[in-house]
């Protein structure tokens, strides 16, 4: 079967595009009297300008759809960033490797520390993210944080620079569950724009990651676009396409997609495009309607009250109390009120949403959703018996 | 005995008889899954409110460690003396894991009885027919009451009864979908040859759905998404609790016989006897 950077190609995305744009209300209110997208062809009329005015009748369906499927329950996860050294530059990213920025890997007692601050706060299921870097992010260093974190941290995705099949063998082995790539544009122009020295100038393999992470056994595929680096309605369409290529060729895989909006990060990048909150939104409810079954995942990226919106929306999956610097939690955070008390310059980019965990569950609640901590055991990635748990979580 | 329910839902309809699954006995017909719902606190209300004696829980969501986990503690608000509290091992994308998890909840306090959900694909959460059968076989010689999900087949069903299994739990459709008995002409299949309980479980989304299915002949229902994503889950829980006791009075008066052609209410023969 191909891979997805030999189908996205084929695809008809100028057609598609156009459509996108420029469909009528009567192709919309077709598919609304359906209820559901179909085709990338729906998916298209539903993230069109027309759409966008029947954003309260698409958000009625992407609510009941997602209540179907996933009840009324939003998953919580928390990012820990276990490096900020990076071979590649990347013009948008605050970790490019010719930014500034205090370079900091932690140790496997390092992450421990962290990791006990977040199960406290309730966590239990975390994204392990790194920059690329072979020296520091490399020989069974993230194997050996994935086998000290699991007795605490059932469910644990890992979000690294591409690797082949053979090196996510032994992190599956380790007990990670899930795997996120994102490939931030699919526009090839403007990814080698963009990705101008390092590993990651490989557009293709990037694209590939998720079939090479599936093959090595991941249960969990994150994909996603950055808004910002092109015009969205392009990367909307890619993003659709590629999930609906890994649920026909990783069956096994639950797909989530993500919808990251640039933030402010070191290097000063302005993003030339702009997705706003309403387009935001009309995406989260296209997704849904496309696919009922994917996970969507709102990180902290988004203000407080765009957050609060989209919770009874379609959303799956939220990040709460976020810190994108290695150690940030240790080191910048107050440890009781969970929020950031100094500044973090080795952070990936500025969050907008600063609430505490708690804070957060507590508007979910509010919202007539249940907060869910905990949705997946060791026992199904662990053989034999787990060992002694490191770290117990405090009551 | 469990506690024998108390459902206001119900206490207008005719006594029937209980189902006897392995050991015990239940009065209601209708199980209940405790996943999707808005709260802890209004899953328990909806249980208590619908009378059931059964339900299930996935048991990637429990605490199993013994810690008392409080962001775990979805076993708190299912009362032992009130229910059967039946592990359901969703999450598992094969037997092995499957049954590491059976034997996790056993360890962990639970009752040795588990409901096999093996479904590899998170899409639409449709059992593995092989997984299940292999899983059910190490598991019922361990001693488990072994309650197979399974899709609506009737070859597989009774594969899984020759195994040892305490009952089958064929599919109306699709986990979520809310599409009620899809699957019928299968099910009445699984019913006809069945010497073990039949209980339709996922995609029962209407009350007529359930009483449908009792009235075919399954032997109980298990509901979830309906009642837990309900406006009121309350009200939807003793909705359903007052269509599977209707289904099933219907089922022991014989009602429903169809037939192609009328039948006259006054016999023609009469005249001969």
Known sequence: MPTFSQIHPTL??????????????????????????STLEDFAVLISPAAGAHLESLCRLSQAATRRFFGRTIRMFAPIYLSNECVNICRYCGFSRNNPIPRITLTVQQVEREVRLLAGRGFRSLLIVAGEHPKFVSNGYVEEVIRRLLPVMPSLALELGPLETQDYIPMVAAGAEGLVVYQETYDRQTYAELHVAGPKKHYGWRMDTPERAYAAGFRRLGIGALYGLHEWRYEALSVAAHAQHLLRACWKAQVNISLPRMRPAAGGFAPKFHMTDRELVQAVAAYRLLLPHAGLVLSTREPPALRDGLVPLGITTMSAGSSTEPGGYSNHFDETTWTPNSEQPGEQFHIADERPPQEIAAMIRRQGYEPVWKDFDQALVSRPEPAAPVASPAS | MLHKPDCSAMAHLPNTEPLRVADRLFHSRLFVGTGKFSSNELMRDALRACGTELVTVALKRADLSGRNDPFADILNFLEPDRYLVLPNTAGAMNAEEAVRLARLAVAAGLPNWVKLEIHP???????????????????VKEGFVVLPYINADPVLARRLQDV????????????????GLECRAQIEIIIEQAQVPVVVDAGIGLPSHASAALELGADAVLVNTAIAIAADPIAAGQAFAAAVQAGRVA????????????????PLTSFLS
């Open chain 1, 12 to 37: 008809d995305l100028a057609g598609l595009g156009k459509r996108a744009r420029h469909a009528s209300d009567a192709d919309v209110r077709r598919i609304l009297a359906r209820g559901r997208a």
């Open chain 2, 121 to 139: 694909d998170p899409n639409y959460l449709l059992p593995d027919p092989i997984e299940t059968l292999k899983a059910a076989e190490v598991l």
């Open chain 2, 164 to 179: 040892g299994v305490a009952t089958v739990m064929p599919l109306g459709s699709p986990i979520g979908s809310n599409r």
């Open chain 2, 251 to 266: 089922r022991e008066l014989g009602m429903g016989v169809t037939s192609q052609r009328a039948v006259a209410t006054s």
